[in-house]
């Protein structure tokens, strides 16, 4: 499937929205300034422009269709990161670190390389270089969680 | 001058100096860190040094950062700042080829020319560079900054109007926030955590290393590339390549240079400028991005010519080139020095401990890169089953740590995951980042402009300078479509 077309209509579709958008903008001005809204416009009649001029282009050639398994082993990598994410929101660095990493480590290495034990000492280490290179050497504070 | 190159060498501050500057190094290097951040972080130690002493290891750090932002960019793939984006182009694919020590040592040839030539040019030109940079106006720092997306837009991959759209999303979302002159918040959606706009970290991170991440697994590319320790004499950069490089060196630098000592520009543009003008100027255009040592001697010249080019305004008019030199300015407020105009008049000691230990890091990197250069691709025979949860967790930190917010994970996932519909459509991401960054700037000059007189838009077509980089840049943006054209005309001419 050819990604042009479509894009130039999502980018045309995006200029337009965000003129719309930024022309609601309303502030008094001074000395001539053009206030907030131009600056928002000149960018999306820049979108619109490159949306029309992809739309109208004789499209390049068919991309490569995704691999199913490409997408699965993509969306499973990209589940571990959103997990992180909760997880250091929820429980905060020092929980989520351990967890995460060991999963990112089991999801990486896959069955033939992949030893718990292996996993779990390095979760540990990951952890606690970062807090000795954050906390301890920087001086910064580390994620806490909601809960606790 | 010589007193102040002696007190360099005395054994407390050459060791302060050595220290800072490995320090800089390392945060430059590792993933959402930078030297600037370090030199943020730092500045409260300095408040009960010598001022020369405190001024040294900030400026020192600051160097290093500059200098090991390439090493992520090199081996991973991960800039480490902004300035050494470019970097990446070719610099990681030359590590994916089996040439990562070949990459480093022209990187780090190219950062020791660009600093150490910017900081004696900036050493003995700063007033009169200075002036020069105040008979610009807020028109010609509109065009220029527009020139420069236009001229990379125009360079990358895919048709101009992917650059140019990727350009245009860049400076979209650099709207989000806070407007500059009235502080109206625009696309906010009402919460508080986009009132200060989007984070560069979180950004940079997501574009780069999740994305990067999560398409090698995606691919199932966990190949360990091979490393060319063995094969490597001095740089292992050939005679032959620094000659067919010296022109692009020399014009990188002069990008850097100039770029660096217009305030509020720096590295983050100038390295993808001349990145983009060394493509243009190539041979062998077809080459760029796949693994061009050109590539990396272009942007690495450029970025670390910025560190001196930015140092000119700092001291010569007290107004700073970039974020890192706004933090130098207050360092040295600190410590009772107002720099500006009477600075080489009132302290001229500081001046010179300034430059020279600019120098003095220089060579110091230098040294430390060229005996690292075979240590570091070390990280390269780690498994990616170890590498990449570490880089996860650095990541996920990293853009934490500079804004304390957590919000700034659903922006860094975001941006993963934008990275990667942006490869999926082809929207390079250079341009993207570069208007994303120079977004502000642009802002605030246009409104200034149009602001300054009563003729609205027109002197930015009528002042010569302004109109002669907007002819630039709407030259390289329908060049592409042009150049076809005229040689089909010139071929019916000639039968």
Redesign the interface.
């Known amino acids: 499937m050819n990604?042009?077309r479509?894009?130039?209509a999502a980018?045309l579709a995006l200029?337009a929205g965000?003129i719309a958008?930024?022309s609601q903008?309303s502030?008094r001005?001074f000395?001539?300034?053009?206030?907030?809204k131009?600056?928002?416009i000149?960018?999306?009649v820049?979108?619109v422009?490159?949306?029309l001029?992809?739309i109208l282009?004789r499209p390049?050639g068919d991309?490569r269709p995704l691999e199913r398994?490409?997408?699965i082993?993509?969306a499973?990598?990209?589940g571990a990161?959103?997990f992180?994410?909760v997880a250091?929101?929820l429980v905060g660095?020092y929980v989520a670190?351990i967890v995460?990493?060991f999963a990112?480590?089991w999801?990486?290495?896959?069955r033939e390389?992949?030893v718990w034990w292996r996993g779990l000492v390095?979760?540990g280490m990951?952890?606690l270089?970062?807090h000795l290179l954050?906390s301890t050497a920087?001086?910064?504070?580390?994620?806490h969680g909601l809960l606790f | 001058m010589l007193d102040s190159l002696l007190a360099l060498f005395e054994p407390t501050t050459f060791l302060v100096i050595l220290l800072a500057t490995s320090l800089g190094i390392i945060l430059g290097a590792i993933p959402g860190l930078s030297g600037g951040l370090g030199v943020a972080l730092l500045l409260p130690i300095t408040f009960g040094m010598d001022p020369h002493v405190g001024l040294a290891m900030l400026v020192s750090i600051w160097v290093g950062g500059v200098s090991g932002g390439m090493i992520g960019s090199i081996l991973l793939g991960i800039p480490g700042s902004p300035s050494s984006i470019a970097t990446t182009f070719d610099g990681y694919p030359m590590t994916r080829n089996g040439q990562a020590v070949k990459a480093l040592g022209a990187a780090i040839v190219a950062s020791f020319i660009g600093t150490a030539f910017s900081i004696l040019i900036a050493m003995f030109l700063s007033p009169v560079m200075a002036r020069l940079a105040l008979q610009l106006g807020p028109w010609e720092y509109f065009s220029l900054g527009f020139c420069a997306i236009a001229l990379v837009a125009a360079l990358a991959r895919g048709s101009i109007f992917h650059g140019m759209a990727a350009a245009a999303l860049g400076l979209l979302l650099s709207c989000v926030g806070f407007a500059p002159i009235d502080g109206n918040a625009r696309f906010t959606f009402g919460s508080i955590y986009l009132s200060g706009g989007i984070d560069l970290v979180a950004l940079m991170l997501g574009l780069f290393a999740l994305k990067q991440i999560v398409q090698d697994h995606a691919r199932g590319e966990q190949q360990i590339p091979e490393v060319d320790v063995r094969d490597i004499k001095g740089f292992g950069v050939s005679l032959k390549e620094y000659t067919d490089n010296a022109w692009n060196i020399v014009r990188s630098f002069v990008i850097g240079l100039w770029i660096g000592f217009l305030p509020g520009m720096g590295a983050a543009l100038s390295n993808l400028v001349a990145y983009a003008q060394a493509k243009s100027a190539s041979k062998h255009p077809e080459k760029f991005g796949k693994g061009c040592v050109d590539g990396v001697f272009a942007s690495e010249t450029s970025n670390n010519a910025s560190v001196g080019g930015s140092l000119i305004p700092m001291v010569a008019l007290g107004i700073p080139g970039d974020g890192t030199t706004a933090i130098l300015l207050g360092g040295l407020m600190i410590h009772g020095i107002q720099a500006g105009p009477l600075l080489f008049a009132n302290n001229p000691d500081i001046v010179y401990a300034l430059f020279l230990t600019a120098l003095l890091a220089s060579v110091l990197v230098l040294l430390l890169q060229y005996f690292g250069m075979r240590l570091f691709p070390a990280i390269l025979k780690i498994p990616y089953h170890y590498l990449y949860p570490a880089i996860v967790v650095l990541g996920f930190i990293g853009v934490f740590v500079g804004s304390s917010t957590a919000f700034n994970y659903v922006l860094l996932l975001g941006f993963a995951a934008t990275g990667l519909l942006m490869d999926r459509v082809k929207l390079p991401v250079g341009p993207f980042i570069l208007a994303f960054i120079l977004g502000p700037m642009l802002e605030l000059n246009l409104r200034r402009g149009i602001t300054y007189t009563d003729e609205g838009v027109l002197p930015f077509f009528t002042r010569p300078v302004s109109a002669l980089l907007l002819l630039v840049a709407l030259l390289s943006i329908v060049w592409p479509y042009l150049s076809p054209w005229l040689k089909a005309q010139r071929r019916a001419r000639n039968g």
């Open positions: 990604t042009e479509p894009l130039g980018l200029g965000g958008l930024a903008l502030v001005t000395n001539n300034d053009p206030g907030p131009l600056f928002p000149f960018a999306c820049i979108l422009i490159c949306g001029g992809l282009q390049a991309d398994e490409a997408v082993r993509g499973s990598m990209a990161l959103v992180f994410a250091l929101w660095f670190s995460s990493v990112l480590y999801i990486i290495a896959g390389r992949r390095y979760a990951v952890t270089g970062v954050f920087l001086g910064a504070f580390l994620p």
